[in-house]
């Protein structure tokens, strides 16, 4: 005989698991005490939800599972955001939290939650264990659903009588899961992929409009193979940067909202729009009836349940991203001549090149234009959310898939510390770097605990403009300048950093950026970057709320 | 819009309407009406759900009721030759003569069960489809409907055709 913590913890091991970020409490005392002496490491954070956040940010680092643990009540309710942020984003995290013994279930008992009710619209699945017995199938499948078909976080809710309860040993394990309710398609239907051919060989002015659903999917070198022979110009999302190299001649950066002008100008003038794992989110397509007004629309992705959510499209291909560029490839036999629309998408990159002031001052793109330089790519880049999360996509030049973590659907402010903490755990060769603004990065700042206690060699990279400068932005350009309760006290973040025992290096000019960057990628551990950046600088370009991407403000023209 | 009426087959759980259910709300989407219970496969239960909504929202609801991993199987039965039922009960007031007479003629004419007589009232109990429910309890209201429940609607598809898990 075994507990059901035990069990849950060889169940864990037998998933791969060799990380759990965590944070302990009453009803996981069973769980914490296998833990102890256990194989698996256990991180333990400063706040639950950076727990959800270590996790998602491990997992997309990873492209594996990640895990964490709460316990019951407070705890469970902690990780809300965290599993939300990793819903949006398609990320497979499986979290496991305490719950009272199931005699007192419904019964408001000392720091009860009802957590599989409150995360039922944030997770793809979840579960509440009532019999130890079940613990071996419901992780096996919560593992399964989790990094499957179109990945998510799942659930798993284990009441502490069940952890504490005694399983027969020797139990078989099922090998394999098979669920009559979830059966995802990863062969894209071969008419449909000819047809998309058909329009691709037709077409003179294609476009791909490549997201996450590629990273995911590992489709990286399929997608770069696929452009380069039907010579097609590529622009990412914001969760598809580095799915293909930023630097690639034919890639038009990031379209949307803070798209470049090239990609928003190709969007709309496309004839053929090939969208491969990708939403239509209204951060990407500004006004949906003007979004490709043009263009025949092909729709790769894996969720069935995407294609003509937001867009009417006319070639559905529903499969695994990977496996249908796979199939385009291996049955394409001819394509268009795309030489003219190449040269008129360079035309408009050598027209409209991204830019900012450079009269002296101290700019935030240019420390992460500094940061892309030094670092050449090879680094984990991880964001917060908000001004600093769009100047790092649009001047950071990522050129591998897994090297850009951010929270794109849910954009949850607090996220890029204890993602990139997890993030390390998973590319403990990789330099790992958040990019933050002084507003996102006191929402989880506590986490800077974690990073000391572990000794965690994250280089946090604070563009500090004393606002919640992208809720000014928009204050400035669309409520006439009414700063309402964005504008932040100065915080000095080294010394904040310091009393945690990590370093750090205030710059207020542009001269010293580049070296403090070098010397906090050269320091063993953990290091805090202030810079101290314009208060009022603008992300631009920008589509204003509800117009068209082709209608852009804040445009430079050379 | 017009309503659609949906059989979906689901794994017979703890939970499984509560995640149905807060789907279509959270997304959106009207439920016009719910019946639930078991069915056929013991560990099965088959959810009738009534939509309203145009094709494309139709089509959105049952994608995003297929993902649930609780759900085996969705089909819209609008599409296709079914038998749909309802079932009510009524109870009207009756305390006159002629009037008792009169609602016992009503029932009568809608094949209505008379399954409580009581001094001054009669329970009907009607099945049918929601136009018939409908016309019995107008014809009613001048007598005066005391009480009415009516069910979801339950639908089958008509000849040998089933709605089966596919896998």
């Keep these: 005989m075994k507990t059901g913590a035990r069990t849950l913890i060889e169940a864990l091991q037998r998933e791969g698991v060799d990380t759990i970020f965590g944070y302990p409490g009453g009803v996981v005392l069973p769980i914490y005490d296998e833990l102890y ?4 490491r256990h991180i333990l954070v400063r706040h639950e939800q950076a727990a959800a956040h270590a996790a998602d940010g491990y997992a997309r680092a990873s492209g594996r599972v990640g895990v964490c643990l709460a316990t019951s009540g407070p705890g469970a309710c902690n990780l809300v955001t965290g599993i939300a942020t990793a819903y949006m984003d398609s990320i497979p995290v499986v979290a496991l939290t305490g ?5 007192l279930l419904g019964n408001d008992a000392f720091q009860e939650s009802d957590i599989t009710g409150i995360t039922m619209p944030v997770t793809k699945h979840n579960y509440l264990v009532k019999d130890a017995a079940d613990i071996d199938r419901v992780v096996r499948e919560a593992f399964y659903i989790a990094r499957t078909g179109r990945p998510g976080p799942v659930l798993i809710d284990l009441p502490k009588d069940v952890t504490t309860s005694q399983v027969k040993a020797g139990t078989p394990v099922p090998e394999t899961v098979s669920l009559r309710g979830y059966q995802p398609t990863y062969q894209g239907h071969v008419r449909q992929i000819d047809k998309a051919l058909d329009l691709i060989a037709r077409a003179e002015r294609p476009l791909i409009y490549a997201g996450g659903g590629v990273v995911l ?19 990412t999302t914001l969760m598809g940067l580095g799915a293909v190299p930023g630097d690639h001649p034919l890639c038009l950066g990031m379209l949307g909202m803070h798209g470049t002008q090239s990609a928003n100008y190709a969007v709309t003038e496309c004839d053929v729009l090939i969208a491969v794992g990708v939403r239509f989110d209204d951060r990407v397509t500004g006004r949906i009836e003007t979004f490709a007004p043009n263009a025949a629309i092909v729709h790769i992705d894996i969720d069935p349940a995407e294609i003509g959510k937001n867009k009417k499209v006319d070639v559905p291909i529903v ?9 385009l490839l291996r049955r394409m036999q001819k394509h268009g001549d795309t030489a003219n629309w190449v040269s008129r998408i360079n035309a408009w990159k050598a027209q409209y090149p991204l830019g900012y002031g450079d009269d002296g001052h101290l700019r935030p793109q240019y420390v992460v234009e500094q940061l892309s330089d030094i670092l050449k790519g090879e680094g984990v880049i991880v964001s917060e959310v908000g001004q600093n999360q769009m100047w790092t996509a649009l001047y950071y030049c990522f050129r591998k898939p897994r090297t850009w973590i951010t929270s794109g659907g849910l954009g949850t402010m607090g996220y890029g510390l204890p993602a990139a903490i997890g993030a390390h755990y998973a590319r403990p060769d990789m330099p790992v770097v958040d990019v933050a603004g002084d507003g996102s990065i006191q929402m989880n700042i506590q986490e800077f605990g974690t990073v000391a206690q572990y000794d965690i060699p994250v280089k946090v990279v604070i563009l500090n403009n004393m ?6 932005q928009w204050q400035e350009l669309f409520y006439d ?9 100065p915080v000095d973040f080294v010394k904040i950093a310091n009393a945690y025992g990590i370093e750090g290096i205030t710059v207020g000019e542009k001269d010293g950026v580049r070296e403090a960057i070098e010397a906090a990628l050269a320091a063993d551990g953990p290091f805090v970057l202030d810079f101290r950046v314009e208060r009022e ?6 589509v204003p709320a509800g117009a068209a991407i082709n209608e852009m403000i804040g445009v430079r023209q050379r | 819009m017009k309503p659609h009426t949906l059989s979906v087959l689901v794994e017979n759980r703890a939970g499984v309407l509560s995640r149905v259910a807060g789907m279509f709300s959270r997304r959106g989407f009207n439920i016009e009406s719910l019946a639930v219970g078991t069915c056929e496969e013991p560990d099965m239960s088959r959810i009738t759900i009534v939509v309203n909504g145009d094709d494309g929202v139709v089509e959105q609801v049952m994608k995003q009721t297929n993902k649930l991993i609780d759900v085996i199987k969705v089909s819209d039965l609008t599409q296709r030759e079914s038998v749909e039922r309802e079932l009510a009960l009524i109870k009207v007031a009756a305390e006159t003569g002629p009037a008792r007479a009169e609602i016992l003629q009503i029932a009568d004419i809608f094949r209505a069960l008379v399954v409580d007589v009581g001094a001054k009232t009669l329970v009907l109990q009607v099945t049918g489809d929601t136009g018939k429910i409908d016309a019995l309890e107008k014809l009613l209201r001048q007598y005066g409907i005391k009480e009415f429940v ?7 598809l008509r000849g040998a055709k089933t709605v089966k898990s596919s896998k």
């Design chain 1, 37 to 40: 002496d256990s194989s698996i």
């Design chain 1, 99 to 103: 719950q009272v013994p199931t005699a």
């Design chain 1, 217 to 235: 999917s590992g489709a990286s070198a399929e997608l770069l193979e696929f452009m380069e022979t039907a010579a097609i110009p590529v622009t």
């Design chain 1, 319 to 327: 499969g695994d991203v990977r496996a249908v560029l796979q199939a």
């Design chain 1, 467 to 472: 606002y919640l400068g992208m809720v000014r």
């Design chain 1, 481 to 489: 300048r009414r700063y309402s309760y964005t504008e932040l006290p």
């Design chain 1, 537 to 542: 600088e603008n992300v631009f370009p920008m």
């Design chain 2, 150 to 156: 009516r069910t979801g609607k339950i639908a089958l």
